[in-house]
């Protein structure tokens, strides 16, 4: 199916998609090399990908979410998490009436929780919602890409984002990310003071070690691991909400 730039009506019915992607990016500092848009990149290379190997029906991306712990760092612009709720809410509701009832939120920003809670109330709603990529399927891609830093400090500008903005965009990706690894494994208090606390150039990871071929094989992984998911949601579903 075509993507969210240049679908026409026709193309969606003619595709029938009975799944859809939202991609759910942020507006944020990344560092001196990195874009603010660098999640919402994220997102929707992640969705394309994705689009290009499953009949989805992919949507535009929501570019601006919950960056609240880089409200210090100019440029980084959020909304509220409720704000946010509603926006994902709203869009699902649209998607119904349309004829869509199982919606993937293809998160590209760590700091919007609430879409747990917009994910986990839709049971119920006539609207089957999936959280993309979760923990596990990150875990499975950095193995397979041959990530070096862990998880958790590749928190913020590091191996892994740098890496796919290399591989997807690399024009977006200014000179300095090869020295500009920064790591702050103790951040028990992020939520209350937020990054500037931690980092004084906005990095938190090892982007020294990322590369185009890391950013290809994270992306590859994470279509493997979405097979799952859309197996999930395409599955019929009886009167009673179950499986069959």
């Not at 009975?18 to 994220?42: K, N, R």
């Not at 890409?145 to 903005?165: K, P």
């Not at 590369?211 to 009673?240: C, H, I, M, R």
Request: proline letters at 5%; aromatic letters at 6%; a negative charge.
């Amino acid at each position: 199916m075509s993507g969210p730039l240049d679908t026409t009506t026709d193309d969606v019915r003619d595709g029938r998609a009975t799944v859809a992607l939202l991609p759910i990016g942020s507006f944020e500092q990344h560092g001196p090399f990195l874009p603010l848009m660098t999640d919402t990149v994220v997102a929707c290379a992640i969705a394309a990908e994705i689009a290009a190997a499953y009949p989805v029906h992919c949507l535009p991306p929501v570019t601006i979410s919950c960056s609240h712990e880089h409200a210090d760092w100019p440029g980084t612009v959020s909304i509220s998490a409720a704000t946010l709720y509603a926006v994902v809410r709203d869009i699902a509701e649209s998607l119904r009436r349309s004829g869509i009832r199982d919606l993937v939120l293809v998160n590209g920003h760590g700091g919007n929780y609430v879409l747990r809670n917009v994910v986990q109330e839709s049971a119920g709603t006539g609207t089957r919602m999936a959280l993309f990529p979760g923990s596990a399927d990150w875990s499975a891609a950095r193995e397979r890409a041959g990530v070096r830093t862990s998880s958790h400090s590749d928190m913020h500008a590091g191996e892994v984002e740098t890496s796919i903005l290399l591989h997807d965009h690399p024009e977006l990706v200014r000179p300095g990310y090869e020295t500009s690894d920064f790591v702050a494994d103790d951040r028990r208090h992020l939520l209350t003071l937020g990054m500037n606390a931690y980092t004084e150039s906005g990095v938190v990871g090892r982007p020294s070690m990322a590369s185009a071929e890391k950013g290809k094989q994270l992306l590859a992984g994470l279509v493997e691991s979405f097979g799952d998911y859309f197996s999930l949601l395409t599955e019929p579903v009886d009167t009673l909400g179950e499986t069959r």
